[in-house]
């Protein structure tokens, strides 16, 4: 496993994280195999969300963290807030402050390393937020702030106001939705591709130090599944076999290893149940894809180069 030092901290993650939102629905004995295996592979950072199974994920996840009381001090952990499912986004103090005391309790430890803002909130206050900030890490219960899903204008009008760095942006990321990507390559073209549809995320992050964090990195859409060996993805499914070929390793290890090219610091999110599918995906570590082979991968996404 390879390592990240995130910037404006004491955090050296693992450059492969495991996204806790499937394990809701396992059982307990599931989950601790799963975290085992995680922390074999060398990954420590764990993703969560208050959200994920309507907490039935992080309470899971606790409930393994109390079986084996010397786990946590391994871990990097990173939980979410302020996404209030089919009703509103909310980042009032008071709604922050709640949704962590009830992560914390869920989870069975004494503080969260990371806390993200889930989705921007149209009523943002960023005095509140900032509020919420100071008394979270005053009080040791969050040592970290980031977001996800946020533009460049977002996250610098919360950093107005907050004394803590905004040290993540996590966001969908993948082959096959490469939006991030796609607007900068082009740029002052007509084409729909040349939209910029987030405000220039990828190069803030990168001027800003800031952790990109894909997520669905191999998931297509919640209607069609994942893109691997998916008939509706041939071409890519054909260039991803003859590398996977090449490099042995699984179709889903290239996807990632495609993502893991990109110069930006990139952590991106495994949102496998499966100790043998984290396995094969961390073999993407490992793999260093060629200048030639990351465009080929991309043209098989369907994308143009003006
Ligand atoms: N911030 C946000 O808004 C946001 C949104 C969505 C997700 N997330 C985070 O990102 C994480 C990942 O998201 P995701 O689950 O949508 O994406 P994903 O990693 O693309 O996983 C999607 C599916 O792919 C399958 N899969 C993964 N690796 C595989 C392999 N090697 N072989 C065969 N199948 C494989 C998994 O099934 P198996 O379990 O069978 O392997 C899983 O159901 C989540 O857990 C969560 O932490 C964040």
């Known amino acids: 496993?390879?390592?990240?030092?995130?910037?404006?901290?004491?955090?050296?993650?693992?450059?492969?994280?495991?996204g806790c939102m499937r394990i809701a629905d396992k059982s307990v004995e599931d989950v601790?195999?799963?975290?085992?295996?995680?922390?074999?592979?060398?990954?420590?950072?764990?993703?969560?969300?208050d959200?994920?199974?309507?907490?039935?994920?992080e309470q899971l996840f606790g409930e393994v963290l109390k079986r084996n009381p010397g786990l946590r001090e391994k871990m990097i952990i990173q939980t979410k807030c302020a996404i209030v499912p089919g009703k509103m986004y909310d980042f009032s103090k008071e709604h922050i402050l709640k949704s962590v005391d009830e992560s914390l309790e869920r989870l069975q430890c004494g503080y969260i390393d990371i806390l993200l803002l889930h989705r921007p909130d149209a009523l943002c206050d960023p005095m509140e937020v900032a509020e919420a900030f100071d008394e979270l890490h005053r009080t040791?219960?969050?040592?970290?702030?980031?977001v996800s899903n946020h533009t460049p204008l977002q996250i610098q009008l919360l950093e107005?106001?907050?004394k803590y760095p905004i040290i993540i942006n996590q966001l969908q990321l993948s082959i096959v939705h490469s939006v991030m990507i796609d607007s900068g390559l082009n740029m002052n073209m007509v084409e729909p591709f040349a939209q910029d549809k987030d405000g220039g995320v990828l190069d803030f992050c990168r001027l800003n130090d800031i952790v990109i964090q894909p997520w669905s990195i191999v998931q297509a859409s919640w209607a069609d599944g994942t893109f691997i060996d998916n008939p509706k993805y041939q071409k890519l499914n054909d260039v991803l076999d003859e590398l996977s070929e090449k490099y042995g390793v699984t179709k889903n290890a290239i996807a990632v290893a495609w993502i893991l090219r990109h110069p930006a610091m990139?952590?991106?999110?495994?949102?496998?149940?499966s100790p043998l599918h984290?396995?094969?995906?961390?073999?993407?570590?490992?793999?260093?894809?060629?200048?030639?082979?990351?465009?080929?991968l991309y043209l098989a996404g369907d994308k143009p180069l003006p």
Do not use: C
Request: proline letters at 2%.
């Open 32 to 49: 601790e195999k799963l975290i085992y295996k995680a922390l074999e592979l060398g990954i420590n950072f764990f993703d969560h969300a």
């Open 266 to 273: 990139m952590q991106p999110i495994a949102g496998t149940t």
């Open 1 to 18: 496993m390879e390592y990240i030092n995130i910037p404006k901290t004491d955090l050296k993650a693992s450059k492969l994280a495991l």
């Open 160 to 162: 107005k106001y907050s």
């Open 278 to 296: 984290l396995e094969e995906t961390a073999k993407a570590v490992d793999v260093k894809l060629t200048r030639e082979e990351w465009y080929r």
């Open 51 to 57: 959200i994920y199974g309507g907490g039935k994920s």
């Open 140 to 146: 040791g219960k969050v040592r970290n702030f980031g």
